[in-house]
């Protein structure tokens, strides 16, 4: 894709760009094509070498997050968020607040129970000040409490993982 290296973008004549069926099949289409997973199958593993270490956190998922870790040149990974580097510039989100916009988040959740800010918290649905998801047959409201996972989950919780503003109060 542009000028980044060992970047793809694929797409597959049985697909369409926009649809309201889950993206699930569209990958399927891509991961059975020949042509693509024979590649795929060759490719590197996108976990981080050498870089994870850098930072000490004890979550056990962070050696895991390669897209969090693309802060050397040398690297394959190439990511223009540049995270490390914030952070060793002392950006990790220490007096900001995040909202999060979506299904609710779950206030308890051991990866944001640190950073939960009720303040910054409110139910639009249910007109009050608990923001936790309602769950029904399917589980699926769990989107809002992914992405302030990946906003704000507290770094160095032995819990899973580390939010990109780890420091911030998140609602």
């Known amino acids: 894709i542009g000028s980044l290296e060992n970047y793809y973008h694929f797409h597959h004549s049985k697909t369409f ?5 889950s993206s699930r099949g569209p990958h399927n289409f891509l991961r059975m094509d ?9 490719r590197p593993s996108r976990q981080a070498r050498g870089e994870p270490h850098a930072l000490p956190f004890n979550d056990p998922v962070w050696p895991n997050m ?7 040149k040398n690297s394959r990974c190439r990511s223009e968020m540049n995270v490390l580097a ?10 900001v607040v995040v909202t999060i916009l979506d299904d609710g988040i779950e206030r308890n959740h051991p990866d944001l ?8 918290s409110y139910d639009v649905n249910g007109n009050d000040h608990d923001p936790t998801p309602r769950y ?9 409490t992914r992405c302030a996972g990946e906003v704000a989950a507290a770094a160095n919780n032995s819990y899973c ?3 990109i503003a780890y420091n911030a109060r998140i609602g």
């Open 113 to 120: 129970l640190q950073n939960y800010d009720p303040l910054a």
């Open 161 to 163: 993982i580390v939010g």
């Open 136 to 144: 029904d047959a399917s589980n699926e409201n769990k989107h809002g």
């Open 17 to 21: 760009k926009r649809s309201t069926l």
């Open 34 to 42: 020949p042509k693509v997973w024979g590649w795929a199958a060759r």
């Open 86 to 95: 914030a952070w060793q510039r002392g950006y990790t989100g220490k007096n």
């Open 66 to 72: 390669w897209y969090l870790h693309c802060g050397d």
